[in-house]
């Protein structure tokens, strides 16, 4: 069962906008871009799953199932709860006695958040592939921001 949070014109427009605008800020190449990019993006993916009940073919889940396990060990890698034979052999050489895998686990959980992202694009543009009007649609708003 699905639920019409919003058109599903609207939801596409407002994905074909995020992705012409979001290289604007220096290139997006920088945390306040990525996550402003992250959290709209996670938006417009909740939008689309309880409007159209988050149907997608068996290949993009088990596509999906591996990704998720890249993002899992990225985020395993900045947890401290971690044994201590797996931590930056570094870690003891500065003195901590905590420590993780990733030697600035800041830095795992923020590409953790950049790959979720970059998967959530992935997602919508692969569904909004399918129609051929949104997808001729996504073409010319990427081509008209590039050029």
Known sequence: MSINVCSEARLWAAFAVLLAVVPVPLGANRPLAWTALAVCLGVLLVLWGVRDGASLPRMVRWLGAGWL??????????APWTPEDWHHP?????????GAVALDPALAIEGAMRLLSYGAAFVLAFVA?????????????LAGSAA
């Not at 396990?69 to 900045?78: D, F, I, S």
């Open 129 to 141: 592939g399918r129609n051929v009007a949104w997808a001729r649609q996504l073409v010319r708003v």
């Open 69 to 78: 396990a890249v993002v899992g060990w990225a985020l395993v890698q900045a």
């Open 90 to 98: 570094l870690w003891a050489e500065a003195g901590f006695s905590h």
